[in-house]
């Protein structure tokens, strides 16, 4: 049942558009949990944590008569809080193991064991729900399995760009773009649960929904993995009848069928076998001073972002009670509406992160075209070429060294205004964090693809992502210390973040060390270049032929 790689790529536009709208709907929904958490609470998951005299009462579910009422405390947001932090800890730390298991079985099965993660993740929220206070700890599981699920739609969909040639970064950028905005899916779960439709109900719908996703790859995707612009030339695939099978191919052709392996040509290697000692140790690529420095940046960046979703509406919730004790029922029942509207306003700015994605791709790829080597033109005569205007290595440090600046600036402008006791200026700060989320990874991916080989690019990248999920996980303590021991106030733990934020901009200065390096080799090099010239031409001026000895004579 499974397409060939040819029919796939006949179907490329298909599964690229499904794609974005799966990513949206299904990959990392997890991260709009200020909408989950208001109807987990209102289905009285772990309400039985609370006593009469510690808690206030929230609705029963999306009733609006008000008769029947949920108790909600502080030990209750705890739990919930932990489990959202596994679930997002899941949502980083697998890209490890996924990239090595989609290099060897291709991303087929993993899309497929995605969807079905994520269907029964949406399973087990609609089960738990009908017995809240003895099925709560099945909210773990949910999420959980939700996490891992949706990082496999999403890893899977980033191998698709290859096979769109000079549209590939346009579409790469749309993966993480809808991977980036996948948060306003809870939001708009929240709104058509607070229009008066069971929270049950709409967990079956998601769950035959995933469905979908499941049988769009069945159908559509094939077994190999895509191949890259430089193994494979797409501009001559769709000429060709029907790709042969693997018993017809022979070894100098670059595709192969067995296990979605991709076989490069030989043609296209510069000595064979014979490069591979001179390859760079992967070793020397995970201790170099550029990837250390990339998981001060992304681990602080991770924590900041995570922590910031996770107390979020604890967050709106001290603006509005003023860390109050215990107030009245009025503020109460204004607290619970300001939170509400805002995180409504924060899952809708979500989808800003298809708008941003593609400008910190645009700075990325900033003069690269510059950078494009001409053909070699060689004629019987002579053979002359083209030198590029711009060092391609040195534009890719250049640029990513400026998208990592702009991007700490945004973070701490985004920890700046989270010290800023004020409502309003709320929505800015949820502009920049949505801004940030959307720039780190992107920044992160283009300097890895520009400094390390890509042999090393999926393997740095996933250790990357897990090492900064490790990190995040200290986003659970202090979301303790704040509602315990600073009663709610997050003004110093924001304080203490900004500081740790100040690290990221220690990625750019080395970079900037590295550009200059580069500069300094690249001189060097021009130098000898014109020496040599200089010297050539020196001697043909003086008559001077090294390889005459008669033979020249001889044959004329």
Same mark, same amino acid.
């Given at each position: ?44 998951f772990y309400s039985h944590l609370c006593s009469v005299n510690e808690s ?29 932090? #596994? $679930? +997002?800890?899941?949502? !980083? =730390?697998? %890209?490890?193991?996924?990239?090595? *298991?989609?290099?060897?079985? /291709? ?13 029964l993740s949406c399973v087990i929220m609609a089960m738990s729900a009908y ?44 993966? #993480? $773009? +809808?991977?980036?905005? !996948? =948060?306003? %899916?809870?939001?708009?779960?929240? *709104?058509?649960?607070?229009? /008066? ?67 490069r040509s030989t043609e296209k290697l510069p000595n064979g076998s014979d ?282």
């Amino acid at each position: 049942m499974a397409p060939s790689l040819l029919q796939a790529y006949r179907r490329r536009w298909w599964m690229a558009v499904t794609a974005v709208i799966e990513n949206l709907l299904c990959s990392a929904v997890l991260l709009g949990w200020g909408s989950l958490l208001i109807m987990l609470k209102r289905e009285g998951f772990y309400s039985h944590l609370c006593s009469v005299n510690e808690s206030v009462s929230v609705p029963l579910g999306n009733s609006s008569n008000g008769e029947l009422e949920w108790l909600s405390c502080v030990d209750q947001e705890e739990m919930l809080n932990l489990g959202f932090t #596994i $679930g +997002s800890f899941l949502l !980083s =730390a697998t %890209t490890l193991p996924l990239g090595i *298991l989609m290099d060897r079985f /291709g991303p087929r099965p993993i899309r497929l064991m995605g969807s079905s993660c994520f269907s029964l993740s949406c399973v087990i929220m609609a089960m738990s729900a009908y017995d809240p206070h003895n099925l709560s700890a099945l909210i773990f599981l949910a999420l959980s399995l939700n996490g891992f699920g949706g990082i496999c739609l999403t890893f899977t969909s980033l191998t698709l760009p290859n096979m769109f040639g000079a549209l590939s970064s346009t579409i790469m950028s749309l993966m #993480i $773009g +809808s991977y980036a905005s !996948s =948060a306003v %899916t809870f939001l708009g779960v929240k *709104l058509i649960y607070d229009a /008066g439709v069971s929270f049950r109900v709409i967990m079956w719908m998601w769950a035959g929904l995933a469905g979908f996703v499941f049988l769009n790859c069945f159908l559509n995707w094939p077994t190999e993995g895509f191949p890259t612009p430089d193994e494979v030339d797409y501009s001559k695939i769709i000429t060709l009848p029907e790709l042969p099978s693997s018993a017809e191919k022979t070894d100098g052709e670059p595709l192969s069928q067995k296990n979605g392996d991709t076989r490069r040509s030989t043609e296209k290697l510069p000595n064979g076998s014979d490069s591979a000692p001179n390859a760079t140790p992967f070793r020397r690529s995970v201790f170099s001073p550029i990837f250390l420095w990339s998981l001060v940046t992304m681990g602080m960046s991770q924590l900041r972002i995570i922590f910031f979703m996770g107390a979020m509406n604890k967050m709106l919730e001290f603006m509005v009670t003023r860390g109050v004790e215990h107030p009245s029922e009025q503020l109460l029942l204004e607290a619970e509406q300001k939170v509400s509207f805002y995180s409504s306003i924060f899952g809708t700015l979500q989808l800003l992160c298809l708008a941003t994605c593609p400008l910190i791709g645009y700075i990325m790829d900033w003069k690269m075209k510059e950078c494009e080597e001409e053909k070699t033109v060689g004629t019987e005569q002579s053979k002359q070429t083209t030198v590029p205007k711009r060092d391609r290595k040195i534009q890719k440090v250049t640029n990513a060294m400026r998208a990592f600046i702009l991007t700490n600036v945004l973070l701490l402008a985004f920890g700046c205004c989270c010290l800023i006791d004020c409502l309003p200026l709320q929505i800015l700060t949820f502009i920049l964090h949505t801004m940030v989320r959307g720039f780190i990874h992107s920044c992160c991916g283009g300097l890895y693809a520009a400094v390390y080989p890509s042999n090393h690019f999926g393997t740095l990248t996933g250790l990357q992502s897990m090492i900064s999920a490790v990190i995040a996980l200290l986003q659970q303590p202090l979301f303790i210390a704040m509602v315990g021991t600073l009663k709610g106030d997050p003004y110093w733990i924001n304080v203490g973040l900004i500081i740790c934020s100040l690290a990221g901009f220690l990625l750019p200065g080395y970079l900037y060390y590295h550009r200059r390096q580069l500069l300094r080799e690249k001189e060097a090099r021009d130098k000898r270049g014109a020496e040599q010239e200089m010297q050539a031409l020196n001697d043909g001026a003086n008559g001077y032929k090294p390889h005459s000895n008669g033979l020249a004579a001889a044959e004329a």
